[in-house]
């Protein structure tokens, strides 16, 4: 028990492998001191960030999104060419892992972190290596819950808005392990004094945020860029679709022009459980109504909107 | 002593930082038992890729093309906005490394991993951080000397030519932990049945491999694209050229369409301290003359082509 809590997941419970292994009665997952070192150095987390994650909030004792977390953290898999995650197993983990948790934080941050095991081009994983590694953590000093209006600039994530379908090998879509230029775009943000930024491509299409989808409000109708541009379908967006679709409003996925962002009467960015208003971005000002970022904020962590949040997509899906 | 050496670093003396910590008489690097778990989960090597490396061969107890690759560790560190490595108590580190390596492989990898530290996100890094994490490894299963020649494709990286100088966020040019991209490049190159790729950009010209460089020979003329276009300056590449000065040659760094590269004489793929050569790229077949490839690579592991080396470069750095 405690306000930080890491556990080692059993990759031979945890994913559908062809090992024949597993299956047994071990523990899905080992609760571990936090201050512990669990990771090899030989590791693909730290040779290589060859790995896939997910995050989200807590909310006493609820994790928000968590299917839809766990369906994406599938479909990173199959990007990367990962063993496919056992859904069932994962949620079942992670309860475990919350039943651990007795910090005062109501929302502390979950993070599931799945590596593609030991590297197997050293001779530490030509020996041990080939199923996945998996560590969980519960973090109540590490929650996102800042809920002022932030201040944002759009930045060039330097691809055109097409790649996707044509180079599957840059692994637009997939969250994987390899956030170093996420972090880098958060430094360039300290820089310019911005919290956040919209990333675009060359010809001038909204993309996403480094960790954060970006939504769009023109009357009660909500749009965000369909996941098919290569970015992460957002669990969190599709939470603010099922409250705005309950409010009487609409909502689509569509190839959005920057341009189009900047005549927008409200501007979300949405991640981890929590949607934050914008109130600047390049510039332009957007009206912020702080009773209305709690009330959504408010139905997503009551479990308001989860259910239908569950079938949003954009059609093709 | 053995064949797989794990060393972690102390970040206090080998890097130069301002906490006026350090200094003191502890050791550079601790060896450590290369199964034992050396990395938090906190870390930002795992949770981010957030961190940067280098790879080489050491050939009989000799690192090659050590201090360019030092000195690329630098550039890399601040192109991540990391403090700057102390070069000399790196190779300091190095060098006990080595000697507690008596594996009967003549050419094992050393590989020198750093990362941004504990994740300052996290309640264990909020706690604990601020120093960068060392850990660096012999490992004589790891290596990577195969020359017989091999088959390649181009694939685009999705970057026009000019991205690098436009958009330093994008970190193109350091070599960082966030190979997630390099890998998937790699497994798409297995699905193909070749060897490995050279990365173009989305106008045409030449980038780099996923873990290597490439360097094309027209009479007796070296060429390699120029790393201003958001690449790695290649250790291997260097040595080559100061190999290929020795011979009586010419050599030169250019913004290189990759037409020219189909017309090239030969084509070498050049890392970690080896010349291999290239027979095939995107089905057009280069000559091999694996004699002169065994001259190549046993002048640089000889330390032949070292000094001069270590003043090759392009014109503008």
Redesign the interface.
Known sequence: MG??I?GVGNAARLFHSDTGEGKGTEDLISIVD??????????????????I?EATTVWKGQPVSLENHLRRLSHSARL??LPQPDIEAFAQAVHTLIEQYDGSEAGPLL?L?I??GLDD????G??DGGLPSI?M?I????SLHETDPISMIS??????SD?AG??????NG?K??????????H??CDRRKVTDAVLTT?DGYVLECPNSSIVAQYGTHLVTPDPSIGILHGTTQRELFAYGRQEGGSFEYAKLPFERLLEADRLYMTHGGWVIPVGELDGRRYTVDPSSIESINAAIHAGRTHDEALGIGPKAE
């Open positions: 306000n930080i890491l936090p201050r512990a070192h669990v990771v090899s150095a030989f590791d693909f987390a730290v040779t290589r960030g060859d790995g994650f990367m060419d993070r972190l590596s593609r081009a050293t001779g530490i030509r020996q560590w953590f973090d109540a000093m590490g930045l060039t994530r330097g691809y055109p790649i044509r180079a599957p090998w840059l692994l997939a994987t392990l390899s956030y170093a230029v996420n972090q880098a775009i430094r360039e060359e």
